[in-house]
């Protein structure tokens, strides 16, 4: 008899989470026998969950949303150098009898960009929102060397902090420059998703910019609506989920799953 592998994601709403099936899909494609499950966590009990959870010697991982991922980056075991940069963890690995600890969105979106043949070397960037979204994928973006990248916010406080802390990186903007001509567009805001979404003021954009929403739904967001006024380009976060969590089951398992029948799967579930 195979053995079942426990594995799960936590966090706080996570009702709404597609990671079990995902996973799932991964799991049966490559035909891996686990048990992935959502876990509803209170902050209070984080760390308890954790040893409760790795306490079965079948435990292989968990992914990590929020509010726990700058929790998980504070666990006793090994950061990846990305996952330290960012202060995030979206991926535990029990790799014999430490943590492994990393963080597997900036690549995820860098290869559902790379998919949808999006390049963004030399491109100018808007990027609207400077949360902890925002920041799993601009470690990743300015490896790909843009030519400018603008971060606004509704805080300008918080925009400011973001761009500080990058700023020995890249030189990066918190305001939006009208003479810049835009190429890519990412929404990384929650209210691109709760519909309190707010369209920004003139922005220049060309028929080639591409619309980007962190945010997933299997509606189209509202700031997939809004964007689909300017341009044909648009995409929301599926692609960066599933892609997110293909990594996240290699590092558990060493084998780059079958991604593009899973989106297929998912797609077939929007409306």
Not at 93 to 117: A, C, P, Q, V, Y
Not at 121 to 136: C, F, P, Q, R
Not at 140 to 159: F, G, H, M, V, W
């Amino acid at each position: 008899m195979s053995k079942i592998f426990k594995l799960g994601v936590i966090g706080n709403p996570i009702e709404h989470s597609l990671s079990p099936f995902i996973h799932s899909r991964f799991a049966r494609y490559e035909n891996i026998s686990v048990d992935y499950i959502a876990y509803k966590v209170e902050e209070d009990n984080f760390n308890e969950f954790i040893n409760d959870f790795f306490a079965n010697s079948l435990s292989k991982g968990l992914n990590v949303t929020l509010p726990f991922k700058k929790h998980a980056a504070e666990i006793h075991g090994s950061l990846s150098e990305e996952a330290k940069f960012i202060k995030a963890v979206n991926t535990i690995i029990r790799h014999e009898n430490r943590f492994l600890l990393d963080s597997t969105d900036g690549k995820g979106f860098m290869e559902d960009l790379k998919l949808n043949k999006i390049d963004i070397t030399g491109k100018n960037i808007l990027i609207y929102g400077a949360g902890g979204a925002v920041e799993s994928i601009l470690y990743r973006i300015i490896l790909d060397k843009p030519k400018s990248i603008c971060i606004i916010n509704r805080t300008q406080q918080k925009a400011s902090r973001v761009v500080k802390k990058y700023q020995s990186n890249f030189q990066i903007e918190s305001s939006i420059n009208i003479e810049v001509n835009y190429d890519v567009v990412i929404n990384g805001s929650s209210a691109g998703l709760t519909g309190a979404f707010i369209p920004p003021g003139k922005i220049k954009t060309n028929n080639k910019t591409c619309f980007y929403d962190l945010n997933y739904s299997l509606d189209k967001t509202p700031f997939c609506k809004w964007a689909n006024d300017y341009s044909s380009n648009v995409f929301d976060g599926i692609g960066m989920l599933v892609n997110q969590a293909a990594y996240s089951f290699q590092l558990w398992f060493d084998v780059f799953p079958e991604t593009g029948k899973v989106l297929n799967d998912i797609n077939s579930l929007k409306k």
